[in-house]
């Protein structure tokens, strides 16, 4: 029975990526190794996530991060994790981290081929509060034995070779694109191992939800206005779409993938880039709405054709179902 070889087959992640790559000849096992590090990071921000609470290590650190922004314990301790298992992989050269002013560069005895960029607890202001958070991942990969630059990772979003997140919810789930569909990963806790419960994840070609954070709508240019204004009061008779909003860019983008419609962080007058950082917020989420058959658009242009200058860079970004990011992109493309 099918149901019978779902619960006695288990897909682990390592298997199906170990599938995936088994088809290219060239292929040496090196993403393989480089994930079940990545897997082993998120398997312990899971763990530290869910004993938060009991065992007090939320609260402040005092220190400043580079962004100007309180750190909590959790985010320093997800980054040390983080940097710890993907420099031990033997399979990084470059790596950055949305907690990090400063690209880190590995030292050549441990060098592998691959850049990873990552923002390793995204959304901690909801941490107090026990709502859903993630972690954010993309991966380059650099051609040749050189001396790895800030070059290799200032590469439009399109270059990337893989990208995915893992949203620590009512359960653990990771979500992975290498550049052929989305698949998505459950935690099992009691085997340790993600499991492929949500396999070829498509996104709805037209959703009923909007998700965006209506406080900054006085500073909104014109196209996003006029674009939430016709989800609130649509002109064409269809019914008003729905608002969803989390404040935390896994959890909305996660349930965009899923249920469908869009997920926006505009410009506003006072952050004419928005708010998003271009190489481990927008590129990987870019990355997985397209393989999921959605879009991404920054208000100028597609979101993977940008290209970053500095590693924190931000941009503004609409993502989600293609047709609904169609009529944003329609309403930029009227205002000239
Ligand atoms: P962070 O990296 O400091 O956690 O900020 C990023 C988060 C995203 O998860 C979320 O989409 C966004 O900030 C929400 O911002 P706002 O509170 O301005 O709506
Ligand atoms: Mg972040």
Request: net charge negative; with cysteine; charged share 25%.
């Amino acid at each position: 029975h099918a149901a019978d070889a779902h619960r006695t087959d288990l897909m682990t992640i390592t298997r199906f990526v170990l599938n995936e790559q088994s088809k290219y000849p060239e292929s040496r096992g090196d993403f393989t190794i480089l994930l079940n590090h990545i897997v082993l990071g998120c398997k312990f921000v899971c763990s530290s996530v869910n004993k938060a609470g009991l065992a007090k290590l939320i609260g402040l650190t005092g220190e400043i991060n580079i962004q100007g922004e309180e750190q909590k314990k959790l985010d320093v301790l997800s980054n040390e994790v983080f940097i710890k298992a993907l420099v031990s992989s033997g399979r990084t050269c470059i790596l950055v981290s949305e907690e990090d002013e400063d690209a880190i560069i590995v030292e050549p005895s441990k060098r592998g081929r691959y850049c990873v960029v990552f923002d390793p607890l995204d959304g901690s202001s909801n941490i107090d509060c026990g709502v859903s958070i993630g972690t954010i991942f993309g991966i380059y990969m650099v051609k040749d034995d050189h001396e790895p630059t800030l070059a290799d990772v200032l590469q439009p979003g399109k270059q990337m070779v893989a990208a995915g997140y893992c949203m620590y919810g009512s359960s653990c789930t990771l979500v992975l694109s290498t550049g052929k569909g989305v698949n998505g990963f459950t935690l099992d806790p009691s085997l340790g191992e993600f499991i492929l419960t949500h396999p070829d994840i498509r996104i709805p070609k037209k959703g009923k939800i909007y998700s965006v954070n209506e406080g900054n709508a006085k500073n909104w240019d014109g196209p996003t206005a006029k674009y939430v204004e016709n989800c609130k009061f649509p002109k064409d008779g269809s019914p008003s779409k729905s608002l969803r909003y989390i404040g935390s860019m896994v959890a909305d983008v996660h349930r965009t993938l899923l249920y469908g419609g869009t997920f926006m962080y505009p410009a506003d007058k006072k952050s004419p880039s928005g708010k998003l950082r271009v190489l481990y917020e927008v590129f990987p989420m870019s990355f997985l709405m397209e393989n999921a058959g959605g879009q991404a658009f920054t208000g100028k242009q597609r979101a993977l054709d940008l290209v970053p200058t500095k590693i924190h860079d931000r941009s503004p970004i609409f993502l989600g179902s293609y047709d609904d990011i169609e009529e944003i992109k329609a309403l930029y493309a009227a205002e000239g």
